[in-house]
């Protein structure tokens, strides 16, 4: 439905230099797809976003809707719509009024105007609070405010830029879930922006993991977790333990390799050959105390409630591993002597080191 081919955008700083905001973006979003922008601070999250929706110009590259060039198209012809993270309410006007304004401009008549605020309301759970000012609300009511008037036009695109940020934990979470439900109902595409990686794998059909300005990486949530790219996607998506290998031998279905500290990892062998070089990713989640497997030793743990993440420094030296495991009587304590266990296929090797 919506289909960027070559977007670049540089921008020129005061001082005279140039930021290559976006570089050669290719992105296609389907018909009634929820897919999220992640990627650090700075990384051309906004930047994209604004040229979806008209506000910024492209230096190159096109964004087409359904087949339609958009850079024909004034932004607010397009059939698109933007949460800011800010809300952007109207402080001295009605919740009702914020959410029907952009019919008021554009002279839709007072009960038609009515009906469709009403069903906006009623959409985000707010049919009761149409008469208040937008300082009456909570900080989770007053984003519904900002989706309900933002949905009212009935957008075949909804752009959301951190529209979550402001909203603390629990409130970040609910709303997570019922933007995901509200996207499924309304039937409308949505780009949402995150640097919360959490929050880009509970939500999304699919993750764009862009970097300065590139897109390093599209998938489902699962394949971004399980099958990263390279190390760059591997670290922004979760802590992880990554290891530099060299291949030792092949055993069968298995390869023994090395770090160069020596500590052994055993990987599928499928694909490798003696003496290459590998990057795997082990996650914390995939290793276990167990009779074999790496050996080392406890040297912290942090608590997070259900779950317990040791730190384990390996016997042969090298960078500390990080382990998940669930907190109870039996959890390794620190200073204990340990062997993490692991099965080799959830090993995953970085395509690209
Ligand atoms: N008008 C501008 N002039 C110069 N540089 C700009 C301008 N707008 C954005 N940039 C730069 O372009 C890059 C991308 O900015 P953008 O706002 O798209 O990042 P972002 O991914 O949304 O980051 P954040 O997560 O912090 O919101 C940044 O390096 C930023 O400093
Ligand atoms: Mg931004």
Redesign the pocket.
Known sequence: MLEIRGARRI???PEGGK?T?LDRVDLNVDENEFVTLL??????????LRAISGFEMLDGGTVRLEGADLSKLAPFRRPINTVFQSYALFGHMSVARNVGYALEVRGVDRAARERKVSDALETVGLSDMGSRRPSQLSGGQRQRVALARAIIAEPRLLLLD?PLSALDRNLRQQMQLELKALQARLGIAFIF?T?DQEEALTMSDRVVV?RE?RIEQIGTPREIYRHPRNRFVTEFIGETNIFALTVDRIEGDLARARTAEGTCLSLPAAGRSRGEAVTAVLRPESLHPGAEGIAGTVMRSVYLGSDLVIFVRPEAGGAEIRVTTRDGADAPMTGDAINLAYDPAVIHILEDR
């Open positions: 921008f020129t700083t930021v905001a990627g650090p601070s700075g990384c051309g999250k906004t930047t994209l951190e922006v640097h862009m300005g």
